[in-house]
């Protein structure tokens, strides 16, 4: 049965699936900071999280090179280059002391978000459940509602340093979940977490036949000597995990799209089947190119880290002369903290702080239901641009009581 639209066109009557996911709040915002910066108006923009640091020089030069290589112009290999299998396997074997097989359990992919949405089309069934601690990055629960299936969504609670209490899920969640979400260095909240917590969340999925998903976009922005662990790293987790790998923030490539999914063979083998009908893999040029990253001396990302690191302090202590008393985060690029109370939601705030002080940011309700009631600043910009926008908070008279 077909129903045409308001427009009398039965074409536009869009797939009922596009409805299971919200957009409107980044579309309303996008839209307001378009008007303002049509006006001339300085935006500060710190709600994306998109690096704004220069891709590794290195990599620059061999897509220069590999630019000028007929053989990259052709489809490129269904399962990916050679090449970047094994310098990625190599590469998780020298962070994180892992063995991965790098014909069959390394993947490339044009970036984790792609990735995650494509796993979910090849394992989830309407009726399916996804547990997903949340707030959370949208992608961690958006594939799961494409497809059809529906999230639990597990608290990550300030209380908790946003850890999720694993033992509050209920045991008919465990036994209908298909899919188990994890995350750390996390976005949006920088926790971090300790090699335990994986090994519990190893034997809840072994126990319950779960596949564990573990996003390590932020593995490299660690500070204060915080080592983000790996799922691999927990004996037997290759029965049950795989683990999201991306180039967007490490190496400061969001736009070049490339990232790896790694672990169980035979997941890897589903997302293969998956995107076979899909799309044609990671362009031949970013994957040549970006192979080079992976010889990047692991100390080097110390400079990396730095910044961000300075760029944390300046937003945390500028905050604490607002009234704000938050933690410094051990992970990943974003400042989360509490609205204040005079606001009804976190869009309000967002709303003020565009409006009033022109500085864009994320509400927390955009990242889940325990993400209402916060928001997310981005450290996208210099140190400078970053004090400025604590001033301009100031000026309008935002503080926290
Ligand atoms: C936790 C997490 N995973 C994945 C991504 C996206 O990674 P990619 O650029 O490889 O799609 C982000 C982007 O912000 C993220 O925060």
């Known amino acids: 049965m077909t129903t045409t639209s308001k427009h009398g066109k039965k074409f ?4 009922s699936r596009l409805g299971y996911v919200p957009s409107y709040i980044f579309a309303k915002l996008d839209a307001e900071k378009l ?18 640091l220069p891709s590794p020089e290195i990599v620059i030069k061999a897509c220069e090179k590999a630019l000028q290589d007929p053989t990259n112009y052709r489809y490129p290999p269904f399962w990916g280059q050679n090449k970047f299998k094994h310098a990625a396997a190599n590469w998780m074997k020298k962070r994180f002391s892992v063995e991965l097989d790098p014909e069959s359990e390394i993947f490339p992919l044009a970036g984790s978000k792609e990735g995650i949405a494509h796993l979910a089309l090849a394992l989830i069934d309407p009726g399916d459940v996804s547990i997903v601690p949340t707030p959370c990055y949208p992608a961690h ?4 509602l494409l497809a059809g299936g529906s999230v639990y969504e597990l608290p990550l609670l300030e209380k ?49 036949e779960i596949l564990l998903i573990s996003d390590l976009a932020y593995s490299e922005l660690t500070f204060d000597g915080h080592v983000a662990p790996s799922i691999f790293q927990v004996k037997g987790a290759k029965d049950i995990a795989i683990e999201f790998h991306s180039f967007s923030k490490t190496y400061s490539m969001a736009g070049w799209r490339i990232a790896f999914v790694a672990g169980n063979p035979d997941i890897i083998k589903a997302m293969y089947e998956m995107k076979t009908h899909i799309d044609y893999g990671v362009c031949n040029i970013t994957q040549a190119a970006s192979i080079n990253a992976f010889d990047i001396p692991l100390s080097e990302h110390e400079k990396t880290r730095t910044i961000y690191k300075e760029r944390r302090d300046v937003v945390v202590d500028g905050l604490k002369e607002l009234g704000w008393n938050i933690k410094k985060p051990l992970g990943a690029m974003y400042i989360w903290f509490p609205v204040p109370k005079q606001y009804k939601t976190s869009f309000e705030f967002c709303s003020t702080l565009l409006e009033k002080a022109h500085v864009a940011t994320i509400p927390g309700g955009s990242f889940g239901t325990y993400g209402e009631g916060y928001i997310r600043i981005a450290l996208v910009d210099n140190k400078d641009r970053l004090k400025t926008a604590i001033q301009r908070m100031k000026q309008i008279g935002i503080y926290y009581k």
């Open 12 to 15: 536009l009557k869009l797939a």
């Open 141 to 144: 629960s958006r594939g799961t």
């Open 35 to 52: 008007k303002l910066s049509e006006k001339g108006i300085d935006v500060i923009d710190l709600s994306l999280g998109s690096p704004d």
């Open 160 to 208: 908790n340093n946003y850890l999720p209490d694993l033992d509050s899920i209920p045991q008919d969640i465990l036994d209908k979940a298909k899919m188990f979400f994890i995350s750390y260095p996390n976005n949006p909240t920088g926790a971090t977490c300790g090699i335990e917590l994986f090994e519990k969340l190893v034997h809840i999925c072994t126990k319950n």
